[in-house]
């Protein structure tokens, strides 16, 4: 167990619609970063943030869109959902902006 | 942009022995960073050796070490008396040393399926 948490871990739901995927990093961990792992792409980089601040955008659709709040957990709002947008979707943390990072279990989104 | 390949899809192993799974990257960087990391079938991304650039020594770690050779940009991962417990997918990553925008990224490669013959 890496102390990082995502919720759901499970989400199915048809194309057009938004969802948001939540992350808690490890207890005092202020960097979060978001990735996507798909069978297409693999793992690419989607966004990072740092103590509430978006500190660098990867391969992230502009369908996308993450924040970070005051208590530093993060969420992925992804809409107007595709097909191609079914993936693992992984959340890591670190300590600050150069250390470690500590991968959570991952969100499956299956878009039907 | 730094790249990572690893030119293995799939691999097999019989129980006990050993195996080498293969990296390369390409980058301009001089100090930098490379991961492997492991995804059993739970999915979760588990790290499992990390190499400095800047260290000439290669990285231990029980029975997972590294051949880093970083004239030859490869990053080869060396499993001994390889276990039931160590099929999975295994990831090549790299991660630059500084950063302007002080963001730390992974770069990662394609993966690589580790079977374990018993």
């Known amino acids: 167990d890496s102390g990082v948490t995502q919720t759901p871990k499970h989400l199915i739901t048809a194309t057009g619609q938004r969802v948001t995927l939540r992350c808690s990093p490890r207890?005092?961990?202020?960097?979060v970063y978001w990735y996507q792992q798909s069978l297409d792409q693999g793992l690419q980089f989607l966004i990072h943030?740092?103590?509430?601040?978006?500190?660098a955008k990867g391969n992230i659709l502009e369908r996308f869109s993450a924040q970070q709040f005051p208590d530093l957990h993060s969420e992925l709002n992804l809409s107007s959902l595709e097909l191609g947008d079914s993936a693992l979707y992984f959340c890591?943390?670190?300590?600050?902006?150069?250390?470690?990072?500590?991968f959570g279990p991952g969100t499956r989104l299956t878009v039907l | 942009a730094q790249t990572v390949t690893q030119s293995q899809p799939e691999m097999s192993v019989q129980e006990a022995e050993t195996v080498t799974l293969s990296c390369t990257y390409d980058?301009?960087?001089?100090?930098?960073?490379l991961f492997w990391y492991k995804q059993p079938p739970s999915r979760q991304m588990i790290l499992v050796i990390r190499?400095?650039?800047?260290?000439?020594q290669n990285a231990t770690e029980n029975r997972f070490s590294v051949n880093f050779q970083k004239a030859a940009k490869s990053f080869s991962l060396k499993i001994s008396d390889s276990q039931l417990g160590d099929a999975a997918m295994y990831f090549c990553?790299?991660?630059?040393?500084?950063?302007?925008?002080?963001?730390?990224?992974?770069?990662f490669g394609k993966g690589t399926k580790l079977s374990v013959i018993p």
């Open positions: 890591a943390s670190s300590t600050r902006l150069y250390n470690e990072q500590f």
């Open positions: 207890s005092g961990d202020l960097s």
């Open positions: 943030y740092y103590n509430g601040e978006e500190r």
């Open positions: 980058t301009s960087e001089s100090d930098y960073y």
């Open positions: 190499q400095e650039a800047y260290k000439q």
């Open positions: 990553a790299y991660r630059s040393a500084y950063s302007g925008a002080g963001s730390y990224q992974l770069t």
